[in-house]
Nanobody
Framework: QVQLVESGGGLVQAGGSLRLSCAAS????????AGWFRQAPGKEREFVAA????????YYADSVKGRFTISRDNAKNTVALQMNSLEPADTAVYYC???????????????WGQGTQVTVSS
């Protein structure tokens, strides 16, 4: 089991950058795959990015590919989401997730953080 806490959200102008971090506690985070999701008001939660436990395999939603980068530091039990060229459409609450499964890293997660707000102004 792991507990996840997101940080790094805030307000940024369109075209700017923001880096989110997810800190994990509990059993070794290095055994878990991790992902980022986001949910805007009135919309369903959507997949953003994922990384396998070793950090050598990544996945991205088409809407963020080329702009966002997911990475992890297993020694620090953290996973990060570097967001560049931010757009107002990126405005949402961003959630970190983790799972011991690896069959579908775009959807299958068991542990979730509380989320951090990202707001991109025009």
């Amino acid at each position: 089991q792991v507990q996840l806490v997101e940080s790094g959200g805030g307000l940024v102008q369109a075209g700017g950058s923001l880096r989110l971090s997810c800190a994990a506690s509990g059993r070794t985070f290095s055994s878990y795959s991790a992902g980022w999701f986001r949910q805007a008001p009135g919309k369903e939660r959507e997949f953003v990015a994922a990384v396998n436990f070793g950090g050598g395999r990544t996945y991205y939603a088409d809407s963020v590919k080329g702009r966002f980068t997911i990475s992890r530091d297993n020694a620090k039990n953290t996973v990060a989401l570097q967001m560049n060229s931010l757009e107002p459409a990126d405005t949402a609450v961003y959630y970190c997730a983790a799972t011991l499964r690896s069959t579908n890293l775009r959807r299958e997660y068991d542990y979730w953080g509380q989320g951090t707000q990202v707001t991109v102004s025009s």
